[in-house]
T-cell receptor, first 117, second 114 residues
Framework: GAVVSQHPSWVICKSGTSVKIECRSLDFQATTMFWYRQFPKQSLMLMAT?????????EQGVEKDKFLINHASLTLSTLTVTSAHPEDSSFYIC?????????????FGSGTRLTVV | AQSVTQLGSHVSVSEGALVLLRCNYSSSVPPYLFWYVQYPNQGLQLLLK??????LVKGINGFEAEFKKSETSFHLTKPSAHMSDAAEYFCAVTSTGTASKLTFGTGTRLQVTL
């Protein structure tokens, strides 16, 4: 089945530093990937839609200069949290949409727990 | 616009009992509907999906869901709960008119007791 690899699974960083999270589709091509943020005991909040070869589309209220998204290939999207602060601590999850299944081929990564100290 | 509503943020059942998790959707165009399960500190795993084929959809781990257009529902069921079913369950919807974004419900935490 379709597999999405997300790394790292957890990271601790100091305030003011940047952290990069990778999302990679292992056995399918994904022109479109999605980045979510999840607060404890809450649902997933879509942050942005990442499109290969073009700029990401950010949801309202999401700072694009803080959450940089790069989708340089059909199998890799990265999310960089720049100048991280404690309030950025959260669980981040990516999802890749299989190009062969446009409306139902969503596979999720295992998530990244970010703690900013 | 599209949305899903999950009734009951917390459901508790005894091991061996029927599991019923409710999901109602709203969509102006034919929807694609999904149920996902999330274990602590993990991503989402697809249980099953409705893609306009059969209205009764069978998924993994003995779960199934029935698409009922007249009731705008897509409830998740399992005849007999197992301790390993304890997790968070999310219903989600997308459609052809939404740039393929998934919209999630608020989730239902399933507790299974002995």
């Amino acid at each position: 089945g379709a597999v999405v690899s997300q790394h790292p699974s957890w990271v601790i960083c100091k305030s003011g530093t940047s952290v990069k999270i990778e999302c990679r589709s292992l056995d399918f091509q994904a022109t479109t990937m999605f980045w979510y943020r999840q607060f404890p005991k809450q649902s997933l909040m879509l942050m942005a839609t990442s499109n290969e070869g073009s700029k990401a589309t950010y949801e309202q209220g999401v700072e694009k200069d803080k959450f940089l998204i790069n989708h340089a290939s059909l199998t890799l999207s990265t999310l960089t949290v720049t100048s991280a602060h404690p309030e950025d601590s959260s669980f981040y999850i990516c999802s890749a949409r299989d190009d062969r299944a446009q409306f139902y081929g969503y596979t999720f990564g295992s998530g990244t727990r970010l703690t900013v100290v | 616009a599209q949305s899903v509503t999950q009734l009951g943020s917390h459901v508790s059942v005894s091991e061996g009992a029927l599991v019923l998790l409710r999901c109602n959707y709203s969509s102006s165009v034919p929807p694609y509907l999904f149920w996902y399960v999330q274990y602590p500190n993990q991503g989402l795993q697809l249980l099953l999906k409705y893609t306009s084929a059969a209205t009764l959809v069978k998924g993994i781990n003995g779960f199934e869901a029935e698409f009922k257009k007249s009731e705008t529902s897509f409830h998740l069921t399992k005849p007999s709960a197992h301790m390993s079913d304890a997790a968070e369950y999310f219903c989600a919807v997308t459609s052809t008119g939404t740039a393929s974004k998934l919209t999630f419900g608020t989730g239902t935490r399933l507790q299974v007791t002995l």
